[in-house]
């Protein structure tokens, strides 16, 4: 079954750098990513071959160091083979941070976003595109 993009998930946690030391916490974090795409994916999908655009939201519980780059890499390897085919075919990521008492007064969020901003932090939202060029002027 093909994947009807765009799709959006949340998962919960604060996001782990693909410079983890532990192997195993970094496996950890994909397996999660994974899970928690599943909840947004029809049942017997498969890879899509096309091309990928990916926003990255992260919400802090509390204000923290950390580079958003390394929130990437680990969140890509996870959809790699199971919403994609290989992570060349993703050709624009969004990424941002918001920490507690900076978070964007949204205009108008898709429901994916409105349950990130609902949840209780640390949350990272998730959403997945086929069309790179979307919102670009």
């Known amino acids: ?5 765009p799709i959006e998930f949340v998962v ?6 693909s410079g983890a030391k532990r192997p195993e916490t970094r496996n950890e974090w994909k397996e999660r990513v994974k899970a928690a795409s599943r909840t947004a994916l029809p049942e017997g999908h498969w890879a899509s071959k096309g091309r ?18 390394n929130i990437v890499k680990l969140v890509l390897d996870a ?11 993703v050709e624009r990521v969004l990424v941002q941070k918001f920490e507690p ?14 349950m990130a901003l609902s949840r209780t932090k640390p949350v990272l939202y998730v959403r997945l595109s ?4 979307e919102d670009l002027i």
Do not use: W
């Open 130 to 133: 086929n069309d790179p060029f």
């Open 52 to 69: 990928i655009a990916v926003t990255l939201f992260y919400f802090p519980a509390e204000p923290r160091g950390g580079d958003v780059d």
């Open 101 to 114: 008492g900076n978070i964007f007064a949204f205009s108008s969020p898709t429901s994916g976003l409105e």
């Open 79 to 89: 959809l790699c083979k199971h919403i994609y085919i290989d992570d060349s075919q």
């Open 1 to 5: 079954m093909e994947i009807v993009f």
């Open 12 to 17: 919960d946690g604060t996001p782990v750098s």
